[in-house]
C-alpha cells in the first residue's frame, strides 16, 4: 500500500476497502463495526441522546491532543451536557489527496485511546477522499448516541433564578494551545489543551445530585458565548464574578498580549452548570475528587434582573456586561 | 447580513447563532431542533440502526438533485438497507468562506424537502467555516438513526445459496448525470440522478416478505463492488446475467464513448437485494407498484461455486468474473 491517501481510497472499490480494513477496523476493532453493513444495529431502551460535530481544527497536533482526541471528546461531551451516558460514535472522515498513512495511524489510535478513556464504540464510519487543494489535510465528524438515566432533566432552557452557576476549572487552555502552535505565533509556554472526556466528572455530579438544571461545555466563543446562550433559552439573568473564574497563567499572560478576553477563548474540557445552589456544595465537592474538576468552583448565580444578559462583577468592582463573541476570534479552534 | 459566509458565522458567537437561526431553524423547524441543547433527547426502544456518511460530491447540483438532497437520501437508504424506519438525522455543514449564503438556503431547502419525503426529522447539528481555499465550498455530513421492525434480520453476512438476487432499476444514472455536469465533458442527454429516498420501498418489499437476507445499495464502486461485498462477507459465490441488469440508453452509450463499464457506475437510489427465491416474485411484483422500483427484476441467484467471487454471464453466452473496482472511475461522487 501507497504510503500517502489516494483519490482511489475514496472509490468505494478495492483500495477503500483495503484502507478499511488495514487502518481502521484494525485499532477501532468490536464486532458492531466489523459487520461491515451500511449501518450498525444495536439495542436501545429509554430516553436517548443523539449530538453531531463537525472538526475543522489546525494544527491537526498541538500540546494536550489531535484532531482524532477533539473528535471524540467534543461528542462525548454534548452527550454528557444532556446527562447522557455516551455509547456509541460513528466517525467519518473527509481526507485530502496526499495526506501520510502514518498521520492517518497515529490520529486514528488516538480516537481509540480516547474512546477507551470514554467507554464509547465506534461502531460506523465513512471515508471520502478529496483532490489536493479542494480540503485542508483532515476533517473529522463524529455522531453519537447517549442513553440518559431515569429521573435527569437537564437543558439549556431550565435554569431558574437562584441557581448556582458553576465552572468545573480555567478557562482559555485549548485556544491559547492552539494558537501558540500556528505558525508565527510561538510563546515560551508548555501549556497544553485541556481537551478531555467529561462523562465521568458529569457522571459523579449526578451521583450526588439530580438538581443539575443546565449543563453546557464553553468551547468555540468561550465561556461568555456559552453564558449568555443560557441566559437567552432559560429568559434569565446571569451574574458572575470575574476574581472567582480561574485562569492559568500562561493563558493570561497571551491574552494580555495579544488583546483577547480569556471569556472568550475555547475550552474543550471544561463545563458550565447551572444547579440548585442548595446542593452546590455537594456538587463541586464531587467534582473536585475527579482529575477533570479539581478547581471546580461557584463562579456566579442566576438572577431575576436583566433576563437574557450575562453581567460580570469585575475585579475593580464595577460591572460590566459580558456580551455574545462578534467576529472571529480564532479561527478553526475545533 | 452579508450575503456570504464569513469566518465568524463559525465562530460559535454571535453571527454563528444568526446563521443557525435565520438559515437552519427556520426552514427544519421541529421542537426537537428548536430546543438547541447540545444533544437532542428523544425515546426509543428496541433494535436501532444507526449510520453515518459525509458528502463530497462535485458539483454541488447536479441534474436530478443536489448536495442536499444526497446527503439525505444517501444516510436514508443507509439504514433503510438494514430493514431500519429512518426516524432522526443529523446535519453537520464544513462550509468554505465566501460560499453564498442563496446557495447555502437553497440546498437546506433541498434537504427539509427530502426529509419531508422520507419522513425523517433534522435534530442535531453543527455548523463550521473553513478559510477560503480550504475546503472546496460545502461538505455535508449526516448521521441518522432508524428503528428495525420485530423480526427482520438484514445483513450483508447472510446470503444463502439459493437466494436470488434481485435489482430496483437500471443502473449508472447518478455517476453518468454527475459527470455530464462536469467541466467539459457535456454529453447531450438529459440524463438525471436516481438520487431518491429508499425507505417506502423497503417498506413494501418487508410487507410482503420477511425473507430478505441482504439489501445494500450499490452507490460508490457501482453494482460490481456491491456485489463483491456480499459474495465477500456472506462467503457465497454470486452469478448474474448481463442481460437481466436495466441499463438506460444515454447511460450505455456514455459509458462507451468513455471506456466505462456501466457496473462501476455509481447510483444513488437503487438497491440490490438477496432474497428467497420462493418469495422473489412477490417482492419483485411490490417492487414494482413503487415509484423507486418500477423496473425492479431477478438479476441473478447466490450459488455455493466459486465463494467470494461474482462470475457474470455476458451478452455473447460467455462468463467472467466480476471484480471489485480498482482505482477510481469519478473521485467526488458522492
Redesign the interface.
Known sequence: MEDKI???H????????DLVKDYLLGPLRNPLLE??????????????????????VTPLFFPGGDIGKLAVCGTV???S??G?VPK?L?????IEEGFPLLKLNKIIDSIQKTAEEARVVI????T????R????KL?I?T????V?PKGITI???TAKVGDSVILSGPIGDHGIALLSQREGLAFETTLASDCAPLNTLVGDMLTVSHKINCL??P????LA?TLN?LAG?SRVGIAIEEEKIPVNEPVRAACELLGFDPL?V?NEGKLVGVVASGDAEKIIDSMKKNRYGSSAAVIGAVVADHPGKVVMKTRLGTTRIV???????L??IC
Not at 453493513?37 to 436517548?48: H, K, M, N, V, Y
Open positions: 489516494l483519490l482511489a475514496g472509490s468505494g472499490g478495492k483500495l477503500s476497502h459487520a461491515m453493513d451500511d449501518s450498525a444495529t444495536f439495542e436501545l431502551f429509554g430516553r436517548i441522546a443523539f449530538t453531531t460535530d463537525s472538526y475543522v461531551n454534548d452527550l451536557m444532556a447522557a456509541y460513528s466517525l467519518s472522515l473527509i461502531v460506523a464510519g465513512d471520502k477522499v478529496v483532490n487543494g479542494c480540503a485542508d476533517f465528524n455522531a453519537g448516541i447517549g440518559i437543558s439549556a432552557a453546557r461545555d468551547t468555540r466563543g468561550g458565548s446562550e433559552q472568550y475555547a456580551d455574545m463573541l462578534t467576529g472571529e476570534l479561527p478553526r
